[in-house]
């Protein structure tokens, strides 16, 4: 099978789960935003990117470092599974002990010192997903993507569920006195915003419970030699992770903190809740990632490999571009995904749309230090990326609030991307195609300016002239890359 048309149809099944789970857990942001104030949703955006930084710590690497030597022979894929989740199972025990103890004083730091529970729920959260991520590592690397897909959307549609019964269904129960009794066990209207954060602790349980039955793990080697090789290779990654994290969650923590105290968590809330109107480019990302980290291990060995990463890196463009003129052009439409008292946060969305898209090409330049095992690079990129970030919401947030942080998102990853390809071409040569890779980004902000610029009163007439802006560029990308694809196709 033609490699591209291979990636392409893994993407499709890795996307479509990761779409059908990002969507249902997304469709919670209506809810929500409806729900909460943009004050009480600010806490959720809070804690979620304290999870994401917690979470690279406590998978420090591994799962990329499972990928790398998950391949390198068939008696040795036991012990490297078995070795990478008993190290993930050590530290998590420990990371969960620590958590218990200090459950008081580090609800107090981050300013809820009335809600240490707070600290010991996300403790368990974290810990069964980085968990998962090895059980879910090892689906992807035997090519198993629609079990994998299975368990994704499970573990989401948990979450969904649990969110409607906590958020919706036993209010209404409480509030018209319906079962009292059984009510007032399971639901105290004071918890509010914490059935967010319990739905998700119990479904990312269950995830984890569920992959343990259904992948074997009655014996799990532990190889202290090679431990200590995956340890080399990820402790960059890690690095590599947390700064990565730090451009991408720690905006939300710094708009809390650098914000007057009247308005600080619903800076954060309206900015959390606008952030996740980028969730098509965010899911294609995901998606890509998926499938093309181990397609990329895979397919280094074969001698057309930089020309069919090239391909890969211009249909990248191709669709996060189609992605961006969507969004922006029907913004009419896509805005009712958050609630009205969100509204006024609206103006970042082309920001963070190009942020992830410059984003996604990173993750696509990656290859050059991961294939060549200078995984110190990419820590150091991340750590360049990270103080970027810092120094830009440190400067910019006091003055502009949170369209500091989103433009500090879009200086992170654009520059990022600019160093991680010039730096990759001298390590691991790859002719992009920066020809047509430029003319499709181009063009696609050409056409999103001119429907500014040409923008009508009447929303029918609006939503017609954009429709044929975007039929205009889906047009002019068939023209030019008509014969490629039906290679492809073939």
């Given at each position: ?8 149809g893994?993407?499709a ?6 779409i059908?789970?990002r969507?249902?857990y997304?469709?919670?942001v ?22 994401a ?10 799962e ?34 620590l ?35 090895i059980?879910?590592?090892k ?18 549609g948990?979450c ?14 409480y ?12 639901y ?18 269950s ?21 200590k ?10 690095i ?10 720690f905006?939300r ?19 959390s ?11 294609v ?14 397919y280094?060995?074969e001698?057309?490999?930089k ?29 009712y ?13 082309p ?27 990419g ?30 998102t ?66 002019v ?13 073939k």
């Amino acid at each position: 099978m033609n490699p591209l048309r291979k990636l392409a149809g893994q993407t499709a099944i890795y996307g479509t789960s990761t779409i059908v789970a990002r969507l249902l857990y997304y469709f919670l942001v209506p809810i929500h935003t409806r729900i909460f104030t943009p004050q009480e949703y600010g806490v959720v955006g809070e804690m979620y990117a304290y999870v994401a930084l917690l979470l690279v710590l406590l998978t420090y690497g591994m799962e990329t470092a499972f990928f790398r030597y998950y391949d390198n022979k068939a008696s040795d894929k036991e012990r490297v599974y078995g070795t990478t989740l008993i190290s993930l199972l050590v530290s998590s025990v420990v990371f969960i002990i620590l958590m218990i103890l200090l459950a008081r004083p580090i609800a107090s730091l981050i300013r809820y010192p009335d809600h240490s529970e707070y600290i010991i729920w996300f403790a368990f959260m974290i810990v069964f997903d980085a968990i998962s991520t090895i059980p879910f590592a090892k689906l992807r690397a035997l090519n198993r993507p629609k079990m994998f897909a299975f368990f994704k959307i499970f573990s989401i549609g948990v979450c969904f569920i649990l969110n409607i019964l906590f958020l919706y269904v036993l209010p209404y129960f409480y509030r018209n006195h319906i079962l009292p009794e059984v009510v007032s066990l399971i639901y105290k209207p004071s918890i509010g915003v914490g059935y967010i954060f319990i739905a998700n602790l119990i479904s990312s349980g269950s995830t984890l419970f569920l992959l343990f039955i259904i992948l074997p793990h009655h014996k799990l080697p532990f190889d202290k030699v090679i431990w200590k090789r995956m340890m080399l290779y990820a402790l960059p990654l890690l690095i590599f992770g947390l700064a990565g994290n730090i451009n991408e969650t720690f905006d939300r923590i710094l708009l809390k903190y650098l914000s007057p105290a009247s308005i600080a968590l619903t800076q954060v809330g309206i900015y959390s809740a606008c952030y996740k109107i980028s969730i098509l480019m965010t899911i294609v990302i995901q998606g890509f990632k998926y499938a093309a980290e181990p397609f990329f291990f895979s397919y280094a060995k074969e001698t057309d490999a930089k020309n069919v990463y090239a391909d890969v890196m211009k249909y990248f463009v191709i669709i996060c571009s189609l992605i961006f003129l969507g969004v922006m052009l029907y913004m009419d439409l896509v805005k009712y995904f958050v609630g009205e008292k969100f509204y006024e946060g609206l103006k970042i969305v082309p920001i963070l749309l190009l942020a992830n898209m410059f984003l996604g090409i990173f993750y696509n330049l990656s290859i050059w230090y991961k294939l060549t095992d200078k995984t110190r690079f990419g820590a150091y990129l991340s750590i360049f990326g990270a103080i970027v970030t810092l120094t830009l919401n440190l400067l910019l947030i006091p003055v502009i609030g949170y369209m500091g942080s989103a433009w500090a998102t879009f200086a992170c990853y654009c520059s990022m991307m600019v160093l991680s390809y010039f730096i990759g071409q001298k390590h691991y040569h790859v002719k992009y195609n920066l020809k047509k890779i430029g003319f499709y980004f181009g063009f696609a902000l050409l056409l999103y300016f001119i429907s500014i610029i040409i923008k009508n009163d009447v929303l029918a007439y609006r939503l017609a002239i954009n429709t044929s802006l975007f039929l205009f560029y889906v047009f002019v990308i068939i023209y030019f890359e008509r014969p490629s694809l039906l290679r492809i196709k073939k």
